[in-house]
């Protein structure tokens, strides 16, 4: 695993060894980061269930001005932080139940990843939490698998790309 492009472009991420940990493809990294190119930077963003931290980390090496990084799982968090020292960011981690989290949560943010375990359930029960942390012209990027259906409500579905038996659905505020 490597950082695809920006400042940290090549640089290696310590590979995942934990069967807990789906960690995302290039192919939809790069998908991701190519719709999102011109408004990830100066952007909050916020990397619920963060696994390795590697979209976290591209979001940071393409410009967001910060990334904060939840997951429960120490051995994510621990990842994550080794990721983040070996590249020398300084970056915050939460060991946090995501949900739990954005139920106290007193930040903003103008992009939230989610990338819950498949067929958690988790996307019913966190994203009716997840307006009061929005700011206004904020973005939801969804990783899910393909045949997974579940409701996006309150927000709305402005695009949605499958690759293979991944998808990528973004979401915003409904206006």
Not at 77 to 102: H, M, P, Q, S, Y
């Amino acid at each position: 695993m490597r950082v695809d492009s920006g400042i940290y472009k090549g640089r290696k991420l310590i590979e995942n060894k934990y069967d807990h940990i789906r960690p995302t493809t290039d192919k939809v990294k790069q998908a991701l980061f190519v719709k999102l190119q011109f408004f990830v930077p100066n952007k909050k963003v916020l990397d619920l269930f963060c696994g390795t931290g590697a979209i976290g980390i591209e979001a940071l090496s393409r410009g967001a001005e910060s990334v904060l990084f939840v997951d429960k799982d120490f051995r994510s968090c621990n990842l994550t932080k080794e990721n983040l020292k070996n590249l020398r960011i300084n970056a915050k981690v939460v060991k946090c139940d995501a949900v739990k989290f954005v139920e106290v949560c007193k930040e903003k943010y103008d992009l939230v990843i989610l990338d819950p375990p498949y067929k958690s359930g988790l996307y019913e029960k966190i994203l009716p939490k997840l307006k009061p942390i929005l700011n206004d012209g904020a973005i939801i990027v969804c990783e899910h698998a393909s045949n997974d259906t579940f409701s996006y409500l309150p927000f709305k579905v402005f695009d949605e790309k499958k690759y293979g038996n991944i998808t990528l659905t973004y979401l915003e505020k409904d206006k």
